[in-house]
């Protein structure tokens, strides 16, 4: 049987309702649980969210390692420290204040057992504004890893709350690195650029709540900044040319300057499937 360890990350701007939630879904509700929850606390947060924290560790004594920074580094940093406690040789990410289904972390045992010489396994997600039982889209990502390639040069091909991540082959890619708000996408396509195979799962894993300041994080200037960033790397290593490069740059900027409604209109039509109208 594999062994794993759930990465989370939490931070001052997380709700204590929140994440009680996302630790449930990872621990009591899960169908199989993991063996260790490695929690990074970056940089101090209120008394309600340590309330929560330590609630969760007293009932489950012999799973929670609790990490503290004493200040906020950003999410790479902080997924980077955290790694260096996680002991298992696969470490499934949650983020704070999301929904894992209850089968998700047996069906990707499951897949990997069937599946050997994966490096990383992710799958869909379902997206919600404030009830977790009212879908309003899904974000589906490609399958394969020839597909996955194909859709790099222009969008993350993953959906990192949803991976499980061989750690050997994330540290080989050089690990978590500083890439504003888009670590994630960065170390994907390094791991890619280091021969590890990636593949996702034709199956929805976590439900992410979109009503929590989303769309204004996918507006802000460090997102921009670590879009182009990954623009650069991805034409430096031969992936895309000088011209798609400025062209991806030019369309991130645009979605700066829309309107939050238009905003949202543009993504739920480009990049999210429908939900459909039986989701509850």
Not at 172 to 198: F, H, I, S
Not at 205 to 218: K, Y
Not at 236 to 260: E, K, Y
Request: charged fraction near 25%.
């Amino acid at each position: 049987m594999i062994r794993f360890t759930v990465l989370m990350c939490v931070w001052s701007g997380d709700q204590p309702a929140f994440l009680e939630r996302a630790i449930q879904s990872v621990t009591a509700e899960q169908t199989l649980p993991p063996e260790r929850v490695v929690v990074v606390i970056d940089g101090p947060v209120s008394a309600d969210v340590e309330s929560v924290i330590l609630r969760q560790a007293n009932a489950h004594p012999h799973m929670f390692d609790i990490l503290r920074l004493k200040k906020n580094g950003g999410l790479g940093a902080a997924l980077r420290a955290g790694m260096t406690r996680c002991k298992t040789e696969w470490i499934a990410r949650m983020d704070s204040d999301d929904v894992s289904e209850p089968y998700r972390f047996e069906e990707q045992v499951a897949y990997l057992e069937s599946n050997p010489g994966i490096d990383v396994l992710g799958g869909m997600i379902s997206e919600f504004d404030c009830d977790e039982h009212v879908i309003t889209g899904v974000r589906e990502v490609p399958l394969s890893q020839a597909r996955i390639e194909r859709m790099l040069p222009d969008r993350n091909p993953m959906n990192h709350v949803t991976v499980f991540m061989r750690k050997d082959a994330v540290e080989r890619a050089g690990g978590y690195l500083a890439m504003p708000q888009t670590e994630d996408y960065y170390l994907w396509a390094r791991m890619l650029e280091a021969g590890c195979r990636l593949e996702n799962m034709n199956r929805t894993l976590v439900r992410v709540r979109c009503g929590n300041g989303f769309l204004q994080r996918r507006s802000n200037k460090a997102l921009i900044e670590g879009y182009a960033g990954i623009e650069r790397y991805l034409r430096d290593v031969g992936r895309i040319t000088t011209a798609h490069m400025a062209r991806n740059i030019v369309l991130h900027r645009l979605l700066t300057i829309v309107s939050p409604s238009a905003r949202a209109a543009l993504y739920r039509a480009l990049f999210r499937k429908r939900a459909p109208e039986s989701a509850a």
